[in-house]
């Protein structure tokens, strides 16, 4: 290797020990104080560098917040990996274990992150690759798996069943993020609201494992 070429390789491997520099202290500031308290002024301070020097690595405020919030976003894509499951209670469960987990790892980050990617668009639900299609295709994935091993008899379109099973999730993540209630009470208000969609469409002997359910739920 060249001397020009090693003087490159150290200043790209700098550059990126600045900018993971900026993106701890941003998630530790979005985390402690918010989104709208979150300054570029405090996170220049923080991370020992210049405001000028964040324009450059990231952009303005939105873009810091972007970088932030993409990383969550491939972790809860990660954790929510379609689950190869046919029977719909067990695929459903699976999925909200597996993302009550990631969040029970970091929850003030994850609520915090979840109102920082609101208010910047990140979660719209035109973006193919956003949360909301996602979670969208795994929910009717369940739903289409439900219908081919008799589970759901497929009298309503998956498409909607699948709309209304991720409602069920989407309200209680907000329910979560606004303090309203806790993780524990989460998986059991959307399993709850899953399992009643189920049921609009189920096969008599899977409609008893559902009601089943909800009361085992229900009680506690």
């Not at 719909?88 to 029970?104: K, M, S, T, W």
């Amino acid at each position: 290797m060249t001397q020009t070429a090693r003087g490159n390789s150290t200043r790209q491997a700098n550059k990126a020990l600045r900018k993971q520099k900026i993106l701890d202290e941003a998630r530790e500031l979005i985390t402690s104080q918010g989104y709208e308290a979150f300054t570029l002024s405090e996170l220049a301070q923080r991370a020992g560098v210049s405001i000028p020097t964040i324009h450059n690595l990231f952009g303005k405020k939105q873009e810091v917040v972007e970088a932030l919030c993409g990383e969550m976003v491939a972790n809860v894509n990660e954790a929510v990996s379609d689950p190869d499951l046919t029977d719909p209670i067990e695929a459903v469960g699976v999925y909200i274990e597996n993302l009550l987990g990631l969040y029970r790892s970091d929850e003030a980050f994850y609520r915090a992150a979840f109102v920082a990617g609101e208010r910047t668009g990140l979660f719209e639900h035109q973006l193919p690759t956003g949360i909301f299609n996602r979670s969208l295709k795994i929910a009717r994935q369940i739903c289409m798996n439900g219908v081919d091993h008799g589970y759901l008899k497929g009298d309503i379109d998956t498409h909607w069943l699948a709309e209304q099973l991720f409602g069920c999730q989407r309200l209680a993540r907000q329910d979560w993020v606004n303090g309203y209630i806790d993780l524990d009470r989460y998986r059991v208000q959307v399993l709850i609201g899953m399992y009643m969609t189920f049921a609009a469409d189920a096969r008599p002997a899977f409609y008893k494992r559902l009601r089943t359910g909800i009361n085992q739920l229900a009680s506690g």
